[in-house]
């Protein structure tokens, strides 16, 4: 049992990590001009040398860049909180009881990473720049996505798991 505690420990650590390096990260658009240096585009902020933010994020007209802005940042924090309270329910809970409200938040995580992440790949054309549209996908687009099934197999494992002594 101890093991298998081990490994649900680490996996929803390893998960909560992807959350963080996706949100945070500054490359979820890289664009390579020919003769010039490479631009990484995050949520937030454009960079080659210098980094820029984002032109027009904060209008009505980038609503959807906003979206995925909390979906991930929302999606990072109930996979913090989903740890903590699965702390919490491990010295709560009585024996032969499920792990029910851990496996809701982290789910609920799921859900926001594949929200914030599909809207993303919906809407990659209509953020960037002309100049930065000839890019490609960046390490932390992927690593959200890698982080969606990480999160939802956690959930799912929370679901299933009962407290044993």
């Not at 032969?96 to 789910?107: D, H, N, P, S, V």
Request: net charge positive.
């Amino acid at each position: 049992m101890l093991i298998i505690l081990a490994f649900i420990l680490l996996f929803h650590v390893a998960a909560a990590i992807l959350l963080f390096v996706a949100t945070i990260y500054n490359a979820w658009w890289v664009v390579s001009p020919p003769g010039q240096s490479i631009i990484y585009t995050d949520l937030w902020y454009s960079c080659n040398a210098t980094c820029y933010p984002v032109e027009n994020s904060h209008t009505s007209d980038a609503a959807y860049l906003q979206a995925v802005q909390a979906c991930m940042i929302l999606a990072t924090i109930l996979c913090c909180v989903s740890f903590f309270v699965f702390i919490l329910q491990l010295f709560r809970l009585k024996q032969g009881e499920r792990f029910i409200f851990t496996a809701i938040i982290q789910l609920l995580a799921c859900l926001c990473v594949m929200i914030a992440a599909s809207i993303y790949t919906a809407q990659k054309n209509s953020f960037h720049v002309t100049s930065l549209q000839e890019g490609s996908y960046g390490a932390s687009y992927i690593l959200a996505w890698i982080s969606f099934p990480m999160t939802l197999i956690s959930g799912l494992m929370y679901l299933v798991l009962r407290k044993r002594k």
